[in-house]
């Protein structure tokens, strides 16, 4: 089993739609959690970090379950501009550890 | 959030022959991180440089493969030795930055190999 898991993809939904990402890890001790955005043949840029109280950034709301190790991220009111590659990431002990990645298709 | 610049941007390069990558920060950071993605994966975790100390590799990576240099706290070098068609990815580095209340670890913009 992978130490973190995302749903695998992609995702096609039309502009405006809400989308929701999901993301399991398989270590309790892991301490902190992200989520990333990887454009195509760009490296990765953070989106949010995510806090057990859910944080929320304009149109991108992030939850965090640590009894359930469950992560996820939700974008409302889709744009073009939205498609990519989102990538859950924990840190633990100072390590990355990155999610397979989903990707997301915003089609007008 | 630190700014990295990362070069080079991409190679290709004979098999059997070695590529040095760098990055330069525009901070000083106590720990810098180098990752592999291979084409249609995710990222992995190569190594940990700090400054004054060996690098620490991950599982199934070592030093002769992947020489790692720290000389400051600004910058980092991975090399690829010996190459093989199977090194073909893309590097990266990485710092994490940020203040307290919002902080993220930023990555170079990547050195796209080809080996051929």
């Known amino acids: 089993r992978k130490e973190v898991e995302q749903d695998p993809g992609p995702f096609n939904v039309p502009e405006g739609a809400t989308v929701a990402f999901n993301c399991t890890y398989s270590n309790s001790a892991s301490q902190s959690f992200f989520w990333y955005r990887q454009d195509c043949r760009k490296e990765p840029k953070l989106l949010m970090s995510v806090y057990s109280s859910g944080n929320e950034d304009g149109r991108f709301t992030a939850q965090l379950n640590r009894a359930s190790q469950y992560i996820s991220l939700l974008i409302r009111d889709s744009k073009l501009s939205d498609s990519a590659t989102y990538l859950c990431?924990?840190?633990?002990?100072?390590?990355?550890?990155f999610g397979q990645g989903t990707e997301l298709s915003v089609k007008p | 959030s630190a700014v990295i610049s990362q070069k080079p941007s991409r190679d290709i390069c004979q098999r059997g022959t070695s590529l040095t990558i760098q990055c330069q920060v525009d901070?000083?950071?106590?720990?810098m991180f180098w990752y592999r993605q291979q084409p249609g994966q995710s990222l992995t975790l190569i190594a940990t440089a700090n400054q004054g100390s060996e690098a620490t590799y991950e599982s199934g990576f070592v030093i002769d493969k992947f020489p790692i240099s720290r000389p400051n706290l600004t910058f980092s070098t991975l090399t690829v030795s010996n190459m093989s068609p199977e090194d073909s990815s893309i590097y990266l580095c990485s710092v994490l930055s940020g203040d307290t209340t919002n902080y993220g670890y930023t990555f170079g913009s990547g050195t796209r190999l080809t080996v051929v």
């Open positions: 901070s000083q950071v106590t720990m």
């Open positions: 990431v924990v840190n633990k002990a100072g390590k990355l550890i």
